[in-house]
């Protein structure tokens, strides 16, 4: 079932991608093997075990997550209480769970994450049954991305 679109003001926003995913890449390839997609298949389901378990906790934040490649990005679409600070709480507690399931894993993965906090839009229309319109916009993306890419001295592995 597709993410609703949604549109809020005061969004906390996390945007986080695996660290030398793209070595990992060109390794796997050079060497034959599947590796790279078996850390994409275990950042996957560890993401999408994770939001099930918040989903079913009533006293959680709405968090939604939207995966590409290597990387999330986790927006607090509400609150149980209608408090802000327990949107950034629960995104921390689960940013913090996605970490530990995938650093304790074979593979050891390493991730470098962002939160902001600022309006966040994502937008999805369904064109044909081949061709989804999506789009992401706000400072609070846009912040956590740059945040994520471009740091002054630069965000690295396992840093958020």
């Known amino acids: ?19 030398g995913f793209k070595k990992l890449m060109d390794s796997s390839y050079r060497n034959g093997t599947n590796e790279a997609i ?3 298949d275990l950042f996957y389901d560890t993401i999408i075990a994770l939001i099930l378990k918040n989903d079913e906790n009533p006293n959680k934040s ?8 290597d990387s999330a990005i986790l927006y607090c679409r509400s609150s149980p209480r209608d ?16 970490n530990s399931i995938l650093f304790n894993s074979n593979y050891n993965i ?21 061709v989804s319109k999506s789009f992401i916009y706000g400072k609070g993306y846009v912040s956590s991305y ?5 740091w002054k001295p630069k965000i690295g592995p396992g840093q958020c």
């Open 1 to 19: 079932m597709p993410i609703a679109s949604y549109h809020g003001e005061e969004t906390f926003v996390a945007y986080l991608d695996i660290s």
């Open 38 to 40: 078996e850390v994409l």
């Open 62 to 69: 709405e968090i939604s997550v939207l995966m590409l490649s």
């Open 83 to 98: 408090i802000k600070l327990d949107g950034l709480i629960d995104l921390l507690i689960l940013l913090r769970d996605i």
């Open 110 to 130: 390493l991730t470098t994450s962002s939160i902001s906090f600022g309006d966040f839009h994502y937008n999805r229309l369904d064109v044909t049954p081949n």
């Open 146 to 150: 740059l945040n994520n890419e471009q």
